[in-house]
């Protein structure tokens, strides 16, 4: 880090694992996070700019809220994904993505970019009670 003001954030939640052994609450939780951290740089700095890359958005519940509001804040929304990082010119940290709804590649530089991961809970592998949720 310069020590300089952050401006403009990229968010990254698409991000498959190599052995694409994704749990379903894992993209809940790490687009929930990346929601609340692009509002806090919002609030610290309304003239900042987050970037979130994703392939879908899941936030349930009162974070539907927290999602609007954090959009109204100036969240950028793009659908797609990051193929490389790289040391900027203008501004540290470079990017390559693709945005799958407009169908372009995309180039930028931006501050820092935040790598959201899913999350498991530390009993996932003991044998305690394991209910599954049914729905009829």
């Known amino acids: 880090s310069d020590g300089g003001d952050v401006t403009c954030i990229a968010f990254v939640t698409s991000v498959d694992t190599k052995d694409g052994d994704m749990k379903p609450y894992m993209g809940n939780v790490a687009d929930i996070v990346a929601v ?4 806090y740089l919002t609030q610290q700095n309304p003239a900042a700019t987050p970037y979130y890359f ?3 958005v899941k ?3 009162l974070y539907e809220d927290l999602f609007r509001e954090v959009q109204d804040e100036g969240l950028v929304l793009i659908r797609g994904g990051i193929s490389a990082v790289y040391e ?3 501004l540290p940290v470079g990017i390559k993505g693709n945005d799958l709804l407009l169908g372009t590649e995309l180039e930028m530089e931006v501050d820092l970019v935040v790598l959201a991961v899913g ?3 530390v009993t996932l592998d003991e044998e305690i009670l394991h209910l599954e949720y049914c729905q009829i």
Request: no cysteine.
């Open 54 to 56: 994703h392939d879908h």
């Open 36 to 39: 609340k951290q692009a509002h």
């Open 119 to 121: 999350m498991a809970p």
């Open 88 to 90: 900027g010119s203008e």
């Open 59 to 61: 936030t349930s519940g």
